[in-house]
């Protein structure tokens, strides 16, 4: 499974952003898929993961209300619709695939900035 993650940019606080995960493979749509994040001298944390089929969410206490994970199977690709964005939102945002039930595979991130 190769992982390509992109949509990262600069946006002010309060803004938007939308990442999209493009994956490669006929088996996406049987993988539950997740996104991380890291930001500077900080370790990698977990930022949302969905289901095969969408219908399991789960989201970080820290980006609840704000974030929305969604993917499109068709299309193979995973997206995070980011709003209210705040500076501590900055890091660097990593698309990951479970296979096995384990996030095994990554794909290289995109770089996420929020100004105050």
């Known amino acids: 499974v190769q992982l390509q993650a992109s949509g990262g940019g600069l946006a002010q606080a309060g803004g938007a952003l939308r990442l999209s995960c493009a994956a490669s493979?006929?088996?996406?749509?049987?993988?539950?898929m997740g996104w991380f994040r890291q930001a500077p001298g900080k370790e990698r944390e977990f930022v949302a993961a969905?289901?095969?089929?969408?219908?399991?969410?789960t989201y970080a206490d820290s980006v609840k209300g704000r974030f929305t994970v969604t993917r499109d199977n068709a299309k193979n690709t995973l997206y995070l619709q980011m709003n209210s964005l705040k500076p501590e939102d900055t890091a660097v945002y990593y698309c990951?695939?479970?296979?096995?039930?384990?996030?095994?595979?990554w794909g290289q991130g995109t770089q996420v900035t929020v100004s105050s």
């Open positions: 990951t695939a479970a296979p096995r039930g384990t996030f095994d595979y």
């Open positions: 493979g006929r088996s996406f749509s049987n993988y539950r």
């Open positions: 969905i289901s095969w089929s969408g219908a399991i969410i």
